[in-house]
């Protein structure tokens, strides 16, 4: 595959997977999910290849989740909504090897998602966590909310999803959204520490272990699956498309008045 979205660099026995939309503050779109689990197989089933790096160019943000201006409705016509993003979280928890998210910025909406899933993340002192989802008529009905209980637990879970607040690095790291918490001028040092220390330990041990970890959440990719049909029909909904239209027109979408 000839990557477009994406810039694949193997460094030292770790796999850098860069999404390279800065122009869209690294948003995906169809192709960039495409290329992005083409890579994560590709650097999984690697022998020199021990662990992946997850990125996003530029200073600004890591992924601000799916580019709203390919979201009309039916975002570019992959997956079961449109984006293929149930493949890329399984594509995540099933390689055979850690995956971390090097944090420099935003990780929003399904940016955030993809930073819990991964099995670390690092991040810079300027990233900023957070949802988005109610705000723009979505939802993650997936391992975005059911597996983020889990990592930040229940009552924080619900918060970051009904209030879609915004949370610093260091209050991410305080719930344990994130493992580390360095200057931004040492990000790519700490990440690069990080890879060395696993690229030292056995992968079939750590290949076990991952799969032993998944194990315990494995339903919850059922609940993703059923969820995604359920997330398709409400945004063939008037309610979900108030929120795509608010965000592109930059005002309050007014919701309420779809309540039932």
């Given amino acids: ?5 994406i810039i694949y660099e193997v460094r030292n026995g770790a796999a850098w997977i860069t999404i390279n939309r800065p122009e869209k503050m690294n948003a995906f779109r169809g192709r960039t999910c495409d290329e992005l689990i ?3 197989n590709a ?13 996003g160019a530029g200073e600004k943000a890591f992924c601000t989740g799916g580019d709203q201006s390919a979201h009309e409705g039916q975002y570019d016509g992959r997956g079961t909504i449109g984006l293929p993003v149930e493949e890329l979280h399984n594509a995540i928890r099933d390689v055979p090897k850690p995956v971390i998210a090097r944090v420099q910025g935003y990780a929003i909406g399904g940016g955030n998602v ?14 900023i966590f957070g949802q988005a989802g109610p705000k723009v008529g979505s939802v993650d009905p997936g391992f975005g909310t059911a597996f983020l209980a889990r990592v930040v637990g229940e009552k924080k879970a619900r918060e970051i999803w009904y209030l879609c607040r ?17 200057a931004h001028d040492k990000l790519d040092e700490e990440v690069q520490k990080w890879c060395d220390e696993i690229m ?17 959440t494995a339903h919850q990719a059922g609940i993703a699956g059923m969820g ?33």
């Fill in 1 to 5: 595959m000839t990557y477009e979205d």
């Fill in 38 to 40: 083409h890579a994560i």
């Fill in 43 to 55: 650097a999984g089933y690697s022998r020199e290849v021990g662990v992946i790096v997850l990125a």
């Fill in 114 to 127: 993809i930073c819990t899933i991964c099995d670390f993340t690092i991040a810079s002192e300027r990233a």
């Fill in 166 to 182: 915004r949370y610093p690095a260091a209050e991410a790291l305080q719930m344990g959204l994130v493992n580390a918490v360095v």
């Fill in 200 to 216: 030292e330990k056995s992968p079939t041990a750590i290949a076990i272990a991952k799969r032993s970890f998944n194990m315990d």
């Fill in 228 to 260: 995604m049909y359920a997330l398709k029909l409400y945004y063939d909904t008037e309610e979900s498309r108030e929120g795509v239209k608010a965000f592109q027109e930059k005002r309050k979408p007014d919701f309420r008045r779809y309540a039932k």
